[in-house]
C-alpha cells in the first residue's frame, strides 16, 4: 500500500513537472513570438511603422512636435534649388537632425530624403538643409530617365503587374513605398537609381527649362554612349503567403520571363524574390533569392 502511494505522489510530480515545463516553454514560445512580432510585419501590412534611425528616438518626438515647421522648411529648398514642389510623407529622427522622405508632386516623378538639423535643446530647426552629395540630383535625374522612356516603362509596369498574377507574390504597398523609399523613381515593384553625372546634358536641360518635352530628353539621353552603370533598376516582388520564404525555382522562372520580354527600358535590371516579412526598423526583407550584383546582370541597351 505505501508503495503505491509512493508511486502515486511520484506520478503527481512527474505530472506536475512536465505541466510546468510546458507552461514555461509555452511562455518562451510566446515571448519568443512577441518579439518577432515586434521586429518583423507581413508586407500586405507594412505601411513604414517603425521605420528608424539609430539615436533618433529624441528627434522623432521633436518632429513630431515641429512637423510643419520642418515641412516647411523642406518646401523652401526644393523649391529655392530645384524649381520643384514636392509633398513629405514620413519624418523620422536621427542623431541631431530629422529625416525627411518626400515625392515629387509633378514630372518628373521620384522619391527621395533630406536632412534637417535641430537641435533640440535650444528647441530650433535649422534652415539648413543638405542630403548625400548628388543624391537628389540623381532622383530627379531618374524620374527624368523614365519620362524619356515612358513607353517602355509602362511596359514594364505590366510586366510586373503580369508576374503577380502569374505567381503567388505581391509588391510593397505605396504607403512604405513614400515612407521608406528615396532612391529616385520608385513603385511597388521596382525602384531605380542613378546619377545627375551620368547624364549632366539631359539634367542641366531640365534645370535650365522644366517644360523640356520628352522626346527632347530622350534624345539628349541617347546620344550619350551607353554604360550599364548609368541606369539600375531593381525588380523586388515578395512571397505572397505570410511568413513565406522566397523559392529559387519561382524566381528563375521571374528571370527567364524577363529576359523574354521585348521593349523595356535600357538599364542595368537586377530581380529579387524577398520573403513576406520584412523588417520593421529598416524595411528590407528576412531572405531573399535572384540576381547576384556583378555575377548575373540583365543589361537591355539602347
Known sequence: MKRIWKLSISL?????????GCSFMNSQTNNKKAEQDEIFMPVQDYTGQGFSFDNGEKTGEFAK??????????DQ????????????????GAKNAV???VESKKEPYFHTSVVVGVNIENNKISDDVFAYEGSVEGAIMSGLYVMAYEKEFKKLDEFCEMIAK????VGMRQEAVNKTMDTGYSTPFYYTSTLASDFPKAFDAFTNHHQISKA??????NRKKFDKE?????????????????????VKEIINLFKKTKGLPPGNYGITLRSNELIKSSGKEKS??????DIDEIIIRR
Do not use: A
Open 166 to 169: 502569374k505567381y503567388p507574390v
Open 216 to 221: 527632347e530628353l530622350r534624345n539628349i539621353i
Open 230 to 250: 548609368d541606369f539600375l533598376v531593381t525588380l523586388t516582388f515578395y512571397m505572397e503567403e505570410k511568413q513565406g520564404q522566397p523559392s529559387k525555382e519561382m
Open 99 to 101: 529625416v525627411v522622405f
Open 12 to 20: 503527481l510530480l512527474s505530472i506536475s513537472l512536465m505541466l510546468g
Open 77 to 92: 529648398f526644393f523649391k529655392k534649388e530645384y524649381g520643384l514642389e514636392v509633398t513629405t510623407h514620413n519624418l523620422v
Open 65 to 74: 512636435k515641429h512637423r510643419e515647421e520642418i515641412i516647411k522648411v523642406v
Open 288 to 293: 531573399h533569392e535572384g540576381t547576384v550584383p
